[in-house]
C-alpha cells in the first residue's frame, strides 16, 4: 500500500486531518485500533473553542453542528454557596463557544469519510512506524490476520496519550512533561433538559460542572477522590452531591434522572516536546493531556491538526518546508497557553486534599477578584475562548 500521508489513530485528530488532507487533494490512509462502533461510542469533550467551529465549518463540517449545537456567550462560575461570574467571551472578545458533543463530532467525521470513499482501517493491530529519518518512511500493521506495509512522505501520530507514535520518538529526544492531579472526574450523561448554560462550581466539598450536549441531554460532574469507583456512585448518590455543591436556586433547577453513561476520568496535565521527529509529526493527546477543567484537550487536538494540515498543504504545493520545520515549536506555544490556563483553572476550582480553610478562601477570593475586575475578566474570557491560530 502507499499513500503521502499514513495517519495513525482514527479519533478526532487523525479523522479531521484526514478530511483536511482529502479537500486539498492529498491522499491518506487511517490506521485506527479500535472498530468502528467503538470510536463512536466514546463520550468525552462538549466544549468547541470559536476556532474549532471555524475550521469544522471551513471543511464541510458544519452543518449538523450549527443545527444541533448550542451556542454560547461565556460561562459561568459560582462558589461559596451564592456568587456567580460569568467569563463573558462576546463581551471582552467577541467569540462564542459551542456545545457540541464530540461523540457527534466523530460521526460527522466517519460519516464525511463514507462519502469520500475514504481509505479508513479499523481494528488495525500492531501499527508500527519506521524510517522515520528517512525520506521515505513507511507503517506497518495487521489486519484481518494479514501483515501489511503502507508506503508514505509522511506519518501523523494522532493515536492519543497511549498510543506508539509519541513512544516512537528516540527517548534521547523526547522530553515530558507531566503533572498528575490527587483527584478526578465522575461524569454522568442523563436524558434530561440540561440547565441553559455552563456552570462551573468551586465548593469545599468539591468541584462540580453543569454541561449539555443538545435539549435534551445532560452532561454533569463532580471532583472525586483518586480511588473513588464508579459502582460505589449510584445515581441518587450522584445527584444528591452534585445539587450538595451548587447554590440552592441552581441545585434547586438541575433536573434528575437516570444516567445512560457514568464514568471516571483521571485529571493530568502532560506534554511532550518536540512534537515532530523527522517524517513523524505529533498531533492531539498523542502530543499533549490536559485536564478538562479549562475544555482544552479537544480544542488543541484541533489546532495542531490545522496547524500540520496548512505545513503538509504547503509542502505538497510547492515544496516549502517552512512550516514543518516550524510546526512543532508552532503547535507548542498554543499548547503550552492551553496547558497553563488548564492548570490555573483547576488550581483555582478543585478542592486538594490537605486544603485547610485559608486555601478555601483564597480561591474564593480569586474568584471575587475575576468578578470585581474587567482587566481579569477580560483575561480569562480571551483564554477560555480559544487564542488566535497563529499567522503561516
Ligand atoms: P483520541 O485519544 O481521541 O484518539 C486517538 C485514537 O487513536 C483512538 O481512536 C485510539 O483508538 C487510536 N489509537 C491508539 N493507539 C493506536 C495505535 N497504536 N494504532 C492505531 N490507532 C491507535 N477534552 C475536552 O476538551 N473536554 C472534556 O470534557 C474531555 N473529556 C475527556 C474524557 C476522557 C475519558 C478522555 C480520555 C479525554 C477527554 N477529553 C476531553 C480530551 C479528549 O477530548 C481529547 O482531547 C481528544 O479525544 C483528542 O483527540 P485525539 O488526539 O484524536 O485523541
Ligand atoms: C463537557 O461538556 O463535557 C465539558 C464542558 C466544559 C469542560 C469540560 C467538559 O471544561
Not at 105 to 124: F, G, K, S, T, V
Request: include cysteine.
Amino acid at each position: 500500500m502507499k499513500t503521502q500521508v499514513a495517519i495513525i489513530g482514527g479519533g478526532p485528530a487523525g479523522m479531521l486531518l484526514s478530511e483536511i488532507l482529502h479537500r486539498a487533494g492529498i491522499d491518506s490512509v487511517v490506521l485506527e485500533a479500535k472498530s468502528r462502533a467503538y470510536v463512536l461510542s466514546r463520550i468525552r469533550a462538549g466544549v468547541l473553542e470559536q476556532g474549532t467551529v471555524d475550521v469544522l465549518r471551513e471543511n464541510g463540517l458544519g452543518e449538523r453542528m450549527d443545527r444541533d449545537g448550542h451556542a454560547h456567550d461565556g460561562a459561568a462560575i459560582v462558589w461559596a454557596g451564592r456568587d456567580r461570574y460569568f467569563i463573558d467571551a462576546w463581551k471582552y472578545v467577541g467569540k462564542r463557544f459551542m456545545t457540541y458533543g464530540q461523540t457527534n463530532i466523530q460521526e460527522d467525521l466517519y460519516a464525511a469519510a463514507d462519502r469520500r470513499q475514504a481509505r479508513l482501517i479499523n481494528e488495525a493491530e500492531n501499527v508500527l512506524p519506521h524510517g522515520l529519518t528517512s525520506q521515505s518512511p513507511w507503517v506497518t500493521f495487521r489486519h484481518n490476520g494479514v501483515d501489511e506495509r503502507l508506503d508514505c512522505d509522511f506519518i501523523a501520530g494522532c493515536d492519543g496519550f497511549h498510543g506508539v507514535s509519541r513512544k516512537s520518538i528516540p527517548a534521547a529526544i523526547l522530553k515530558e512533561f507531566e503533572k498528575v492531579y490527587p483527584f478526578g472526574w465522575l461524569g454522568v450523561l442523563s436524558e434530561t433538559p440540561p440547565l441553559n448554560e455552563l456552570i462551573y462550581c468551586n465548593h469545599p466539598r468539591g468541584f462540580a460542572l453543569a454541561s449539555q450536549r443538545n435539549p435534551m441531554l445532560s452532561r454533569y460532574y463532580v471532583q472525586v477522590p483518586l480511588d473513588a469507583r464508579v459502582e460505589d456512585w449510584s445515581d441518587d448518590r450522584f445527584w444528591t452531591e452534585l445539587k450538595a455543591r451548587y447554590p440552592r436556586e441552581i441545585a434547586d433547577a438541575i433536573v434528575t434522572g437516570p444516567s445512560i453513561e457514568k464514568s471516571i476520568a483521571p485529571l493530568r496535565s502532560f506534554v511532550a516536546e518536540p512534537m515532530r521527529h523527522g517524517r513523524l509529526f505529533l498531533a492531539g493527546d498523542a502530543a499533549h493531556i490536559v485536564p478538562p477543567t479549562g475544555a482544552k484537550g479537544l480544542n488543541l487536538a484541533v489546532s495542531d491538526v490545522f496547524y500540520l494540515a496548512r505545513a503538509l498543504k504547503a509542502f505538497y504545493a510547492g515544496g516549502s518546508e517552512r512550516l514543518l520545520d516550524g510546526y512543532s515549536d508552532m503547535a507548542l506555544r498554543r499548547v503550552w497557553s492551553s496547558v497553563r490556563f488548564s492548570w490555573w483553572m483547576t488550581n483555582l476550582l478543585h478542592r486538594f486534599p490537605g486544603t485547610t480553610e485559608f486555601e478555601q478562601r483564597a480561591q474564593e477570593g480569586e474568584l471575587a477578584y475575576l468578578a470585581s475586575s474587567r482587566h481579569a475578566s477580560a483575561s480569562v474570557a480571551e483564554q477560555y475562548a480559544g487564542l488566535p491560530f497563529e499567522e503561516a
